[in-house]
């Protein structure tokens, strides 16, 4: 490709679109080339690969992964504002970059990858997702994505692609958090089964622009080729949502809201006698082998009691109207009878 032309500064460049970052996006910044090249280092090799960046902005990002060699940078930008940056820095590409407005949580990266040439299981493609995300998607676009590679669809039906992505330097901690860190949670769990994450380096908020109140993580993504826990994404979802839902309480307590009121103690109980799992534990204290089995014991009560899937505790509603009979035994006849006399007037 051409060499590229070089990058103003960071001032030079938003005085010349008049580009300021707006706060109801969560917009951050960062122009300093040192820091892009770093980041975009941490994503591995990317000669002749094919890289989709998440949220340009003005392109400095951009600009470093076509430095890096990448063969096809497919640039996806919601604000139409730095089209003008990116289209300029297209035009010098080489034809490298393509640059689509759209947003990145809807956008779909399988017609823009190329197909999955070999099993799953064997070595991550020439793809790649590189991003400075905006602080107020980060999360929820992260955990879409999680249950994207579960299916194996969208950027992931080309196989294993990989993700270097920015958080706030506590979601970033809180993804690599292993069993009894203080920052251990539900994104924890979530990251971990399907995914080997690697938290590689951190830029103080000082370096973008406008500087954050927070520093920034950088977090590298491989996903597994077999999750720890390999059953469907939203009852794995369910179980650590409901696990952290009293992180501080024993496990048991979040445990119970899995199950309806009537049957909560006796179900409680049952789950964890079967997984062989301490009910006095901390959520942030499981590993991932205790998580897994608790998943597939609540995996096994569905089978048995398949109404309960529909439960949530936060919903009356939701409520299951079934014969508890073979959990909750009826009374001896002799404590029936008690019970019918001494409720007669």
């Not at 003008?84 to 956008?107: I, K, M, N, Y």
Request: positive net charge; contains cysteine.
């Amino acid at each position: 490709m051409p060499r590229l032309p070089p990058l103003p500064s960071a001032g030079e460049l938003l005085r010349l679109y008049r580009l300021r970052a707006l706060k109801r996006l969560s917009q951050n910044f960062l122009l300093d080339p040192r820091l892009c090249s770093k980041l975009v280092r941490a994503a591995g090799q990317l000669r002749g690969t094919h890289v989709v960046e998440v949220g340009p902005g003005p392109g400095n990002l951009t600009r470093a992964v076509l430095e890096q060699g990448a063969a096809r940078v497919t640039a996806v930008e919601k604000d139409a504002r730095f089209l003008p940056a990116l289209q300029a820095l297209q035009e010098v590409s080489g034809g490298a970059l393509e640059v689509c407005l759209g947003d990145a949580r809807t956008f779909n990266m399988e017609r823009v990858f190329p197909a999955c040439d070999g099993p799953w299981e064997g070595r991550p493609p020439n793809t790649h997702i590189i991003g400075n995300l905006p602080f107020s998607v980060a999360t929820p676009l992260t955990v879409r994505w999680l249950e994207d590679i579960s299916l194996r669809r969208n950027a992931w039906a080309a196989g294993r692609t990989r993700l270097t992505l920015t958080y706030q330097l506590e979601v970033a901690q809180r993804m690599a958090a292993r069993p009894g860190h203080a920052q251990r949670c539900r994104l924890s769990l979530m990251c971990q089964n399907w995914c080997h994450v690697k938290h590689c380096f951190t830029i103080p908020g000082r370096a973008f622009v406008p500087p954050p109140d927070v520093s920034v993580g950088v977090v590298h993504l491989t996903p597994r080729a077999a999750p720890p826990v390999p059953l469907p994404f939203p009852l794995v979802e369910k179980v650590a949502r409901c696990l952290f839902a009293f992180r501080q309480k024993y496990c048991s307590r979040g445990a119970g809201t899995l199950f309806p009121t009537r049957v909560r103690d006796s179900l409680a109980d049952k789950l964890f006698k079967v997984a062989d799992v301490d009910p006095m534990l901390r959520p942030f204290q499981l590993t991932m082998a205790e998580f897994g089995r608790l998943c597939h014991t609540y995996n096994a009560i569905l089978d048995r009691h398949p109404t309960l899937a529909k439960y949530n505790h936060r919903d009356p509603a939701t409520e299951v109207d079934e014969d508890w009979d073979d959990i909750i035994p009826p009374p001896p006849p002799a404590a029936a009878a008690a019970a019918t006399v001494s409720s007669s007037p």
